[in-house]
């Protein structure tokens, strides 16, 4: 079935605008040509973010001035987008299809992968997927922001979550707080028990994987982030309070967390990756084994993985930095004109020497 292009996107879009003015939190659109321009907004239509009618209508409806602060922030955007997208996710394409053996060129299951390849493999998806899907949301808020529109931020560092419910508040933040607001919270939200709740959260990321399209392992996907957010809801309920513990009992704690959503949610990234049943359960039984497996390996790994390495090592620094000094984008814009400049020369630089020649189409365009 061939389906118009980011009919996901537009679907919640529009389902938001009709559910709000029945709920009589927003009045319609003034007119048809008003509604169509809110729907088919260019910057996010194809992969989002998915826009609230109530964010975007009014400032549509003002007449749009083009400031100089406009433009820079909206350049240092598509810079950084492109950063991510260009110079990190299409780099770390090889690596990943070498590993799983995906796409053209490649026969047969991966098999010959040792579990500590399967943990890098599924390292470098989740950051090539991240710097994938973040950076044409950036891109989406750059070009918006050129015009003079300010659209919702849809990622806040997501791989520095420490429970899989503060990953969902960081990661795809307006497809999560869609799911949240007309779906969890509709459903019953965490209203009726432990049990109730656990269920409505089942339900609601069950429909968050298949809407990511209509396939097994999206659903698979769906439910082990619902099982997460339950078994985390379940922790709050009945674990100590770790805020009345020694210092050096909570940095433990937090350490431990992290680790533990991260693991959980580059285990899922391999379920949502890997279409073929057999390939999937070989790759997450050795992802599974990997704790008690990998120090027997060699540590070897393709020449692709190690060159994509290389790359999510400059990803994991600017996350770091990002994380520790707060939203990079905003900062360099607002840095002086002569800084500014240097920075998109350096981006410029950095993507003369490191586009790939057969760079791959953003991810979220398969959905």
């Known amino acids: 079935i061939i389906l118009p292009v980011g009919i996901s996107f537009y679907t919640f879009q529009t389902l938001s605008?009709?559910?709000?003015?029945?709920?009589?939190?927003?009045?319609?659109?003034?007119?048809?040509?008003?509604?169509?321009?809110?729907?088919?907004?260019?910057p996010q239509l194809v992969a989002g973010p998915i826009v609230r009618a109530a964010d975007l209508l009014p400032q549509l409806r003002k007449r749009l001035v083009i400031h100089a602060e406009n433009?820079?922030?909206?350049?240092?955007?598509?810079?950084?987008?492109?950063?991510?997208?260009?110079?990190?996710?299409?780099?770390?394409?090889?690596?990943?299809?070498?590993?799983?053996?995906?796409?053209?060129?490649?026969?047969?299951?991966?098999?010959?992968?040792?579990?500590?390849?399967?943990?890098?493999g599924a390292f470098l998806y989740g950051v090539q997927i991240y710097c994938d899907?973040?950076?044409?949301?950036?891109?989406?808020?750059?070009?918006?922001?050129?015009?003079?529109?300010?659209?919702?931020?849809?990622?806040?560092?997501?791989?520095?979550?420490?429970?899989?419910?503060?990953?969902?508040?960081?990661?795809h933040i307006s497809l999560s707080t869609w799911l949240r607001d007309y779906l969890y919270i509709p459903l019953g939200g965490n209203r009726g028990g432990p049990l109730r709740t656990t269920a409505n959260l089942m339900?609601?990321?069950?429909?968050?994987?298949?809407?990511?399209?209509?396939?097994?392992?999206?659903v698979l996907w769906g439910a082990l982030h619902g099982g997460y957010l339950g078994v985390g809801r379940l922790w709050q309920r009945f674990a100590p309070d770790p805020a009345r513990w020694p210092r050096?009992?909570?940095?433990?704690?937090?350490?431990?967390?992290?680790?533990?959503?991260?693991?959980?949610?580059?285990?899922?990234?391999?379920?949502?990756l890997l279409r073929d049943t057999r390939d999937l359960h070989f790759c997450l039984h050795r992802?599974?084994?990997?704790?008690?497996?990998?120090?027997?390996?060699?540590?070897?790994?393709?020449d692709e993985a190690r060159r994509a390495l290389a790359f999510a090592g400059f990803f994991v620094l600017l996350h770091l930095v990002s994380t520790i000094?707060?939203?990079?984008?905003?900062?360099?814009?607002?840095?002086?004109?002569?800084?500014?400049?240097?920075?998109?020369?350096?981006?410029?630089?950095?993507?003369?020497?490191?586009?790939?020649?057969?760079?791959?189409?953003f991810i979220y365009y398969q959905f």
Request: proline content about 6%; aromatic content about 18%; glycine content about 8%.
């Open 17 to 42: 605008y009709t559910i709000d003015i029945y709920r009589k939190k927003l009045l319609p659109a003034e007119s048809f040509r008003e509604f169509a321009l809110f729907v088919v907004y260019f």
């Open 71 to 120: 433009l820079q922030y909206g350049l240092t955007l598509l810079a950084w987008g492109m950063v991510k997208k260009v110079v990190v996710a299409d780099n770390l394409a090889p690596g990943v299809n070498r590993i799983f053996h995906l796409g053209e060129g490649f026969g047969g299951a991966p098999v010959d992968a040792s579990p500590f390849e399967i943990v890098v």
């Open 133 to 171: 899907f973040s950076g044409y949301s950036d891109m989406a808020l750059g070009s918006a922001a050129l015009l003079g529109v300010r659209l919702p931020m849809n990622f806040n560092a997501p791989y520095a979550a420490r429970s899989v419910q503060d990953f969902w508040r960081r990661w």
């Open 203 to 218: 339900i609601t990321m069950l429909l968050g994987g298949l809407w990511h399209g209509a396939s097994w392992n999206f």
């Open 248 to 272: 050096p009992a909570r940095a433990l704690h937090a350490a431990l967390s992290w680790a533990l959503t991260q693991y959980c949610v580059f285990l899922a990234w391999l379920v949502f």
């Open 287 to 302: 992802f599974l084994a990997a704790p008690w497996l990998i120090w027997g390996d060699s540590f070897r790994l393709p």
């Open 325 to 361: 000094r707060g939203q990079l984008p905003a900062r360099v814009a607002a840095w002086p004109l002569r800084a500014w400049t240097l920075f998109l020369a350096a981006v410029g630089f950095l993507l003369f020497l490191f586009t790939p020649s057969d760079a791959p189409e």
